[in-house]
Nanobody
Framework: VQLVESGGGLVQPGGSLRLSCAAS????????MSWYRQAPGEERELVAA????????NYADSVKGRFTISRDNAQNSVYLQMNRLKPEDTAVYYC????WGKGYWGQGTQVTVSS
């Protein structure tokens, strides 16, 4: 299993970023996918999740209405569109899949929201 995140960067408050996660090594279209984030000194937290077919999503309360998770099973990719970013969204963002009882993570992509 390999997960490779991209799309992070420095953005001003109120701005937008779109994160991507390219997956390989497993039947992507059969698995639910998630985005997590971890801020300095904090525990890793679930941000958003999407079912294998993309029909259902759920979000942390802190990002509802601002973030949108989506996937393209033909491209083996999952995305996180982040709008109206706030300084408290600053964190390393990770893609995750749970397969055979084991969680797999990418290397993460840094998102910094600052003026």
């Amino acid at each position: 299993v390999q997960l490779v995140e991209s799309g992070g960067g420095l953005v001003q408050p109120g701005g937008s970023l779109r994160l991507s996660c390219a997956a390989s090594g497993f039947p992507f279209s059969s698995y639910d996918m998630s985005w997590y984030r971890q801020a300095p000194g904090e525990e890793r937290e679930l941000v958003a999740a999407i079912t294998s077919g993309g029909g259902r999503t759920n979000y942390a309360d802190s990002v509802k209405g601002r973030f949108t998770i989506s996937r393209d099973n033909a491209q083996n990719s999952v995305y996180l569109q982040m709008n109206r970013l706030k300084p408290e969204d600053t964190a390393v963002y990770y893609c995750n899949v749970l397969r055979w009882g084991k969680g797999y993570w990418g290397q993460g992509t840094q998102v910094t929201v600052s003026s």
